[in-house]
Nanobody, 117 residues
Framework: QVQLVESGGGLVQAGGSMRLSCAAS????????MGWFRQTPGKEREFVAAINWSSGSTHYVDSVKGRFTISRDNAKNTVYLQMNSLKPGDTAVYYC??????????WGQGTQVTVSS
C-alpha cells in the first residue's frame, strides 16, 4: 500500500526559507499530479501548488507565486516545496497529496509550518 510521508516542517522567522519533502513509499507509484495543500484551524484546506508528474508543469495559488517552488524527483518518488520569503500568514499544516484518479485520493499526514513575526 502506497503512503505519502512528509518531512521538513518546523519553526522559521518571517523572511526565512524552508523546504518540505513528500516521499511516496512502495515499489510502484504512479500519479497524474502531486500537490501541496495547507490548512489552519477553523479554515478549509487550501490548494498551494501542484506539479504534473509526467511533464513537470506547475501551478500555484496566487498568494505564493514567486515565493514557493514545487519540484519533483521521479526516481525517488518525491515531491518538494521550497518556500522562500515566508510570512506569518503561511503558518499552517501542510499536506502533500497525489491525484491518481480525477481527484486527490492519497494524502500525507501533514507537517506543521510556523512562521514567527
Amino acid at each position: 500500500q502506497v503512503q505519502l510521508v512528509e518531512s521538513g516542517g518546523g519553526l522559521v522567522q518571517a523572511g526565512g526559507s524552508m523546504r518540505l519533502s513528500c516521499a511516496a513509499s512502495g515499489r510502484t507509484f504512479s500519479t497524474y499530479f502531486m500537490g501541496w495543500f495547507r490548512q489552519t484551524p477553523g479554515k478549509e484546506r487550501e490548494f498551494v501548488a501542484a506539479i504534473n508528474w509526467s511533464s513537470g508543469s506547475t501551478h500555484y495559488v496566487d498568494s505564493v507565486k514567486g515565493r514557493f517552488t514545487i519540484s519533483r524527483d521521479n526516481a525517488k518518488n518525491t515531491v518538494y516545496l521550497q518556500m522562500n520569503s515566508l510570512k506569518p500568514g503561511d503558518t499552517a499544516v501542510y499536506y502533500c497529496a497525489a491525484q491518481r484518479t480525477n481527484q486527490y485520493d492519497l494524502w500525507g499526514q501533514g507537517t506543521q509550518v510556523t512562521v514567527s513575526s
